[in-house]
């Protein structure tokens, strides 16, 4: 019998468990295949003992309607950056991808399949360099992966933002309020710039698109007439003023990413300071946006991603990670994945687009 892993790293995302559904069923389509899971990404083959699943009709049956992943994940303990603790709690990062890679070769298994971010993939490329026959699967909400036109995930977030948004409109007209709400999106402005023009923003303030505070100000004024108006905001994690610096606190230990979030609230203070007297109000969608039913469209995309990912297997074609382009599944070299973030275009058709329709970047 062959041994494929499966792993599931970085933040959790909708559609994840629909992956994982679609490789178990294809590979049952071939003889002489086990899948295996590898709990909280690439963790469960680095402890002692290993924790490791095997997958089987009862563990996948259904899971593609599930939020989250069966095989649980993490965004800690990257193994191109392992935090080692020595005796006086000092914690230095160290490169342990070549024991991974042993491990995998000690357990027998014949390929890896990396369901992941960008990091993630960095990871799957690292791991294909020491010999680790591996396949990338792409997965964020923040839509942030050059190599393909669209991720997993994201248009699930992309919905529930929308719906979160709709529901605000309704309360800032009864108010005369400016609201403002908070999406994720880490360097990229894609789930913002997405839902300001599904739900009629007034402001889109993303990372690409430095703001200035007097313009969103003038924006708000214009807004409103005798103390009547509202305005609605859409704001990115990222985003930050011209002259200022994107919110953050430092990372939990173990992690290498800085923890975003609050700038709705950095942007509250702004527009008080520079004199706008209309109520404003904060929301900060936070977690919501990454779980929950995926919406069909990221059903679909994740299930063909995890059946393009076992063919490549079966074609031995390693060191690829499955694509979505020009409406088709192929694949892409785990290299060129990694090279460059997907962002906002500000001289793209749907910024001048979202600008025609009156929606203001703050630029």
Same mark, same amino acid.
């Given at each position: 019998m062959k041994k494929l892993l499966i792993s599931t790293g970085?933040?959790?995302?909708?559609? /994840? +468990?629909? $992956? %994982?559904?679609?490789i178990f069923k294809r590979a049952q389509k071939e003889d002489g295949w086990e899948v295996y899971g590898s709990m909280e990404a690439l963790s469960g083959v680095r402890r002692d003992p290993p924790e490791i699943i095997k997958l089987d009709n009862a563990t996948t049956a259904g899971i593609h309607v599930r939020g989250g992943t069966i095989l649980k994940t993490t965004n800690k303990g990257n193994p191109l950056q392992f935090p080692v603790k020595d005796e006086k709690g000092n914690i230095t990062f160290t490169d342990i991808t070549q024991q991974l890679a042993d491990k995998i070769s000690e357990m027998g298994f014949d390929a890896v399949i990396n369901i992941g971010g960008d990091g993630s993939q960095k990871i799957s *490329?690292?791991?294909? @360099?020491?010999?680790?026959?591996?396949?990338? $699967?792409?997965?964020? %909400?923040? +839509?942030?992966? =050059?190599?393909?036109?669209?991720?997993?995930?994201? *248009?699930t977030a992309v919905q529930i933002a929308t719906d979160s948004f709709d529901k605000l409109v309704t309360t800032a007209e009864s108010h005369h309020r400016v609201m403002i709400m908070e999406v994720m999106g880490r360097d990229a402005g894609w789930i913002a710039l997405h839902t300001a023009i599904a739900g009629g923003a007034e402001i889109c303030l993303i990372p690409e698109i430095p703001y200035d505070v007097g313009k969103v100000f003038q924006r708000i004024t214009e807004r409103y007439k005798n103390g009547r108006g509202f305005v609605n905001i859409v704001i990115a994690e990222g985003a930050r003023a011209k002259d200022g610096t994107v919110v953050s606190a430092p990372g939990e230990e173990g992690s !290498?990413?800085?923890?975003?979030?609050?700038?709705?609230? @950095?942007? =509250?203070? *702004?527009?008080?300071?520079?004199?706008? !007297? &209309? @109520? %404003? #109000? !904060?929301?900060?969608?936070?977690?919501? *946006? #990454?779980?929950?039913?995926? %919406?069909?469209?990221?059903?679909? /995309?994740?299930?063909?991603?995890?059946?393009? &990912?076992? @063919?490549?297997?079966? &074609?031995? =074609?390693?060191?690829?990670?499955?694509s979505f382009q020009n409406n088709d599944f192929i694949a892409v070299d785990l290299v060129e994945a990694t090279t460059s973030y997907n962002l906002v275009n500000k001289e793209s058709f749907l910024v001048k687009g979202a600008k025609g329709l009156g929606i203001s970047f703050g630029d």
């Open positions: 970085g933040g959790d995302c909708p559609g /994840l +468990n629909a $992956v %994982i559904r679609g *490329q690292a791991l294909f @360099e020491k010999g680790v026959p591996v396949i990338g $699967v792409p997965k964020t %909400i923040d +839509n942030d992966l =050059s190599a393909t036109d669209m991720t997993f995930g994201f *248009q !290498e990413h800085v923890r975003l979030g609050g700038v709705a609230y @950095e942007l =509250s203070r *702004q527009l008080k300071a520079a004199g706008c !007297e &209309a @109520e %404003i #109000r !904060e929301t900060v969608l936070g977690h919501v *946006q #990454r779980g929950g039913t995926p %919406i069909a469209f990221d059903r679909l /995309l994740a299930t063909m991603f995890g059946v393009k &990912a076992f @063919e490549l297997v079966l &074609a031995g =074609s390693f060191g690829k990670m499955v």
